[in-house]
């Protein structure tokens, strides 16, 4: 990776606003968003002979896959190839501790179960969900998260934001910031 590239890491649980924010945050700066999800998804999909990335059956499927050996060394790849040449915000659960340990700056975010359970669904339904919807969907949350706890990991020197109380616009605006410290401090 060339130095006079920056790699912002943005990591955090599913349903944690790692890639809206990510996508925010790189239009702001002018940086390319990398999605690792997105990767993971997609060859999800193609496993199972599915198009629709974000179906049902791809989400129930995409923690198996993205453990697979074979699968996370070609995504890190990918990863790595294109950080190489252009400033990158890059998405996913341990892009800062493993994929970038080397990030400039390093972001996780956590949200509490039932508030990412209420944004997943408000965003899926395009409506506020009831709170049995939350309820079921804070059920799935927390076994995804303890099915992905592994992978899940907060680099030490990552700063953590918690987006619970807090909107989008508060997020991205806090990551910019942090980015203008480190430009300026370069």
């Known amino acids: 990776m060339s ?9 955090g649980p599913a349903a944690s606003g790692k890639s809206s924010t990510a996508a925010w945050v790189a239009r702001e700066l002018g940086f390319r968003h990398l999605d690792s999800g997105l990767l993971y998804r997609a060859e999800t999909g193609r496993r199972l002979g599915i198009s629709d990335l974000r179906s049902s059956e791809v ?13 996370r060394e ?17 998405d996913g659960r341990d892009i800062g501790s493993v994929v970038f340990p080397d990030a400039q700056l390093k972001i996780f975010l956590v949200a509490d179960p039932w508030e990412r359970a ?5 965003q899926k339904l395009e409506r506020p969900a009831s709170d049995a919807e939350i309820a079921e969907e804070t059920r799935r949350l927390v ?16 700063i953590l934001i918690d987006t619970t109380y807090l909107t989008q616009e508060d997020q991205v605006q806090r990551i910019v910031a942090l980015v203008a410290a480190l430009a300026a401090g370069h």
């Open 3 to 11: 130095r006079n590239k920056l790699v912002i890491a943005i990591d």
């Open 59 to 71: 989400t129930a499927n995409v923690s198996a896959v993205a453990q697979i050996p074979a699968v």
């Open 74 to 90: 070609a995504v890190n790849a990918e990863l790595k190839r294109i950080a190489a040449t252009e400033n990158v915000i890059v």
């Open 118 to 122: 209420r944004r997943r669904l408000h």
């Open 143 to 158: 076994e995804r998260d303890a099915s992905d706890a592994t992978n899940t990991l907060q680099a030490r020197d990552a």
